[in-house]
């Protein structure tokens, strides 16, 4: 399944995190790390027309039909979610989000990951691209 895919599916309310799962925790390193080493990994899910407990606000209605729970992946995919969407996955609020990711830039000309820094990026603004911008790249393969 392509990256975009699993973040459509996210978006849709078909893809969702039981509230067994524990709580996103990972850092900038991770998320740098991850982006660094290409996106790689599983993904293990399980469809089921009788989810436990979710998180987020979303409830459960069983005229939707199965849906999918991420059992393992979750810490890679909430950090996907959010540097390419720029925005915290539904399944989590504000709040819950101990560390937030977001804002990581690559500066083309060194291709070095860089989280945004005021003094340093309004000098080299048009230097460095907000990773968002690299969602079809994702996609593509290019």
């Not at 709580?23 to 790689?40: C, F, S």
Request: with cysteine; net charge positive; hydrophobic share 35%.
């Amino acid at each position: 399944m392509k990256i975009s895919q699993i973040l459509d599916k996210i978006d849709e309310r078909q893809l969702f995190v039981p509230t067994f799962q524990r709580e996103y925790v990972w850092k900038r390193k991770n998320a740098k790390d991850l982006i660094k080493d290409y996106p790689t990994g599983t993904m293990l899910t399980w469809e089921t027309s009788n989810p436990p407990e979710l998180k987020g606000d979303h409830k459960y209605d069983p005229r939707q039909g199965a849906v999918k729970l991420i059992l393992d992946g979750q810490q890679r995919i909430t950090t996907l979610y959010m540097l390419m969407t720029n925005m915290i996955p539904p399944y989590y609020q504000e709040h819950e989000i101990r560390h937030d990711i977001r804002g990581l830039y690559v500066n083309v000309e060194s291709r070095e990951l860089e989280y945004f820094k005021k003094t340093i990026m309004e000098k080299i603004r048009c230097g460095s691209i907000l990773l968002t911008s690299f969602k079809v790249k994702f996609d593509t393969g290019m």
